[in-house]
């Protein structure tokens, strides 16, 4: 299989894909504003003619590479292309204020291709056996896991919980519009046929996520990045030697990264914070922390990597995303015919594992194209994004319509967008209002489902083995999520 | 006369007009075709569409696009392609769903019987009636008998399709509790059954499960057996009136010109009834079924007339 699955990728396409996905991933990364969300969202329309391995290739590659070009613009600019990116902002920029800017961008590489193959590999192993346990998900286990996922999201998510809450239940509210799952008649439709489909999820995350950058831009008068000086850059060399006294610190961030990943719907900012802290905490020289300690790149660099592999364990296995990213990754599988569950692995190994390896390999050219690309990336940072505004509003308009070739799906795209930058000027975060969206609609129907299956009884959500655990994961997420407020109330 | 700008432009988009309205029979085709599809690329129906478009292409010498246009149950693609011209370049590969079950329940915005001529039908998959392989059910008898005592729940593709209303209207019949669970399609109701969260499933794709000894047919709910599997009747033959036939064809707008529609059913019919479509078929799991396109015409008159009376007794 791993062997069948690799000589698949020994195709030029996939190596084209592979390269144009990172090539691109690190030029839009890199570009203070626009992060690997916007980028996968903008970019799943021109795949849909690819056949599944390239299309997904290239969206696994865009990511990667926008994750390390977000870290060149955190590094040398302190302007974090994702949030996920501030917590390598702290010592990076502290490194290249020194003069160390290259070296700060060489570990922050090494350590995302370190935390990448640490979860790929964590994922190779989990995915296949989870799918198969996934017959064992009936619809009260699919609820319950359903709503562990919201919760998880709201309580742990960071930021404020009732915002988080608000934007869950706004994305679940979305979802109710269309046909009711369990009676198909129609709701919320206005008698307009075009509304009997529901708001497709392509449409409104690229109004989300790339239309609503494009008004927050241009309604911002404040330039993001102004004519600071881009600090000097020393040639450097990262030395093997120096990774391998990381290697503890390389090896937690990772797990943790990783694990976090698995849990539906954190995203990947908490645990690169996590994995920020842990290092500090074990440092000997914890005070140069904040000052450029080196360690304090690599950490959260290799756990924000290691989130991709973990959080596409759930998705793959269960059909539930782990944060955005994965959330647009699963629409572009579900396009290319790879539904996620227990059957993905059974009819489609070939792809999904040639895919796994696609990930596990492009490390390499991740490496060489991140070596050779950033002391052109340092140009790349200097890119006004008001130059790029008008580009990604057409490619937002043209993918929103090539989804289902109908013009409603635009105007779906535009509400979300119009809607993304009021919710995103009154700083409301964006991602639990998507998961919302993706999971509102499947819990509903779960819920459902499983009461008609037990006959309106609700003792089907704590009948089995599955449902008791998740039940007292619900109930035990409470209790630590109340006792961290308790205690910092009190300190 | 004096030739204006305006003048030479009105006289040269009345030759460029001209031509097409009044040759488009002659030399049909003369550009390339479309046939909608109206579920997401990459499915059973939408390879098979594919299919029958390239091996198709030979024989009328123009290239046929597939263009998929999913969303709302295939009554998207439908209504659009209601509304295209009718010159013979628009046409649809559709499906039992969107062409009699769907219209049966509410309005869609179409008439399948007066806004399409079909042409012809080509394929439709076998829905069964599966059960785990360690169900006490061992036939269509004992598992409505079954019924009778206790509930019985069974998945389907999703709410209000074909599948749904045929066990809908065997549980009136019968008295049987049928308790209906839809699922997100077929293969999430396949993989509810496997787990035994639901007692029965009506899925289509059940051969391999069967097979495997992972699933038990227990008949089907087309109006003729599964000739892979001859044993499992047909729900009429089991003395239960209803029935759920699967089709997959082909359809114009009503109105194209019957020159085109026979030169389009001749085309079509060769690739179907050749034998490299039949194995293209075999490997896809699909089996194909022929039929002309008057006959088509006829099984979606009487099933759109069969389903609106088991709506109307669901009380819809």
């Not at chain 2, 030479?8 to 309205?21: D, E, K, R």
């Not at chain 2, 029979?25 to 990459?42: E, S």
């Not at chain 2, 036939?245 to 030169?263: F, H, R, Y």
Request: charged content about 15%; overall charge negative.
């Amino acid at each position: 299989m791993l062997i069948d699955a690799f000589v698949e990728l020994l195709n030029l396409w996939v190596l084209v894909a592979a390269l144009a996905g990172i090539v691109s991933g690190i030029i839009i990364g890199a570009i203070p504003g626009l992060g690997p969300t916007m980028a996968i969202a903008l970019l799943i329309p021109v795949t849909f003619s690819m056949e599944p391995i390239p299309a997904i290739v290239l969206l696994l590659g865009v990511y990667q590479g926008a994750i390390f070009g977000g870290s060149i613009s955190a590094v040398l600019l302190n302007v974090p292309g994702t949030p996920s990116s501030a917590a390598t902002a702290i010592d990076g920029f502290a490194m290249a204020r020194r003069g160390e800017g290259g070296r700060a961008l060489r570990l922050a590489l090494y350590a995302s291709v370190f935390g990448n193959i640490f979860s790929c590999l964590v994922l190779m192993a989990l995915a296949e056996p989870l799918a198969r346990f996934a017959l064992d998900f009936g619809p009260a286990e699919m609820a319950m896991l359903m709503l562990f996922a919201l919760l998880v999201i709201v309580l742990f998510g960071g930021g404020s919980k009732l915002d988080a809450l608000i934007m869950v239940l706004v994305g679940a509210c979305a979802g109710v519009v269309g046909l009711d799952p369990i009676s198909g008649t129609p709701r919320y439709t206005f008698d307009s046929f075009a509304f009997e489909n529901g708001f497709q999820l392509i449409p409104v995350l690229i109004g989300l996520f790339a239309m609503s950058e494009v008004l927050l831009q241009a309604f911002d008068s404040e330039p993001l990045v102004g004519d600071a000086e881009v600090p000097p850059l020393k040639s450097s060399v990262v030395r093997f030697a120096e990774l391998w006294q990381m290697r503890v610190t390389l090896l937690l961030s990772s797990t943790i990264g990783t694990f976090v990943g698995i849990l539906p719907g954190i995203g990947s900012t908490v645990p690169a914070f996590m994995s920020y802290n842990l290092a500090r905490s074990r440092a000997t020289d914890a005070d140069q922390f904040g000052k450029g300690a080196p360690e304090g790149v690599a950490a959260p660099e290799a756990a924000n990597n290691a989130v991709t592999g973990g959080a596409l364990v759930p998705t793959l296995a269960l059909g539930i995303p782990g944060d955005a990213v994965t959330a647009v990754i699963l629409g572009a599988f579900m396009l290319h015919g790879l539904a996620p569950g227990p059957f993905l692995f059974r009819d489609h190994g070939l792809e999904v594992y040639a895919i796994f390896e696609a990930l596990l390999l492009s490390s390499i050219p991740t490496v060489i194209l991140g070596l050779l690309f950033f002391r052109i990336a340092i140009h790349v940072t200097r890119i006004q994004p008001r130059h790029l505004l008008p580009a990604i509003a057409i490619l937002a308009i043209f993918g929103a319509f090539s989804v289902n070739n109908i013009l409603f799906d635009v105007w779906v795209m535009l509400g979300a967008g119009v809607l993304g930058f009021l919710f995103r000027r009154s700083n409301f975060p964006l991602p639990p209002l998507l998961i919302g969206l993706i999971l509102g609609a499947p819990f509903e129907q779960s819920l459902r489902q499983a009461l008609l299956t037990s006959g309106g009884g609700y003792d089907i959500f704590v009948e089995s083995p599955i449902t008791i655990g998740l039940v007292a994961l619900i109930f035990l997420s409470l209790a630590i999520s109340l006792t961290l407020d308790l205690r910092k109330a009190r300190a | 006369m004096k030739f204006t700008r305006r003048s030479s432009l009105a006289l040269l988009v009345g030759m460029a007009i001209m031509p097409v309205s009044a040759m488009a029979q002659q030399d049909y085709p003369n550009r390339p075709i479309k046939i909608v599809v109206p579920y997401g690329a990459g499915g059973t129906t939408d390879i098979s569409a594919r299919q029958m478009a390239t091996m198709a292409e030979k024989i009328l010498g123009q290239p046929i696009v597939v263009e998929n246009q999913p969303g709302a149950s295939g009554t998207n693609a439908m209504r659009t392609v209601a509304a295209a011209d009718a010159d013979g370049y628009t046409l649809i590969a559709t499906t039992s769903s969107p062409s009699f079950v769907t219209p049966a329940l509410r309005d869609v915005g179409y008439d399948t019987l007066s806004d399409f001529i079909p042409i012809l039908n080509y394929s439709g998959p076998f829905h069964g009636v599966v059960v785990p392989a360690d169900s006490p059910y061992n036939s269509l008898d004992t598992l409505i008998e079954g019924a009778k005592s206790s509930t019985v729940t069974y998945g389907t593709a999703g709410a209000m399709g074909g599948a749904h209303l045929a066990f809908a209207s065997v549980a009136k019949e019968t008295g049987a509790k049928l308790q209906h669970v839809p699922f997100d399609g077929a293969a999430k109701a396949t993989a509810a059954v496997l787990g035994g969260h639901v007692n029965a499933a009506l899925v289509p794709a059940y051969r391999d499960l069967v097979k495997d000894g992972q699933l038990r047919l227990l008949g089907v709910l087309d109006g003729t057996k599964d000739p892979d599997f001859p044993d499992a009747p047909t729900l009429k033959e089991a003395g239960l009136a209803a029935e759920f036939p699967s089709i997959v064809g082909i359809l114009a707008p009503a109105g194209t010109d019957p020159t085109i529609i026979a030169m389009l059913e001749s085309a079509f019919t060769e690739v179907a009834s050749s034998d490299d479509f039949k194995t293209f078929m075999t490997e896809l799991s699909q089996p194909v079924r022929i039929m002309s396109g008057e006959e088509l015409a006829k099984t979606i008159e009487e099933n759109l007339n069969a389903y609106r009376e088991i709506a109307k007794d669901l009380g819809n």
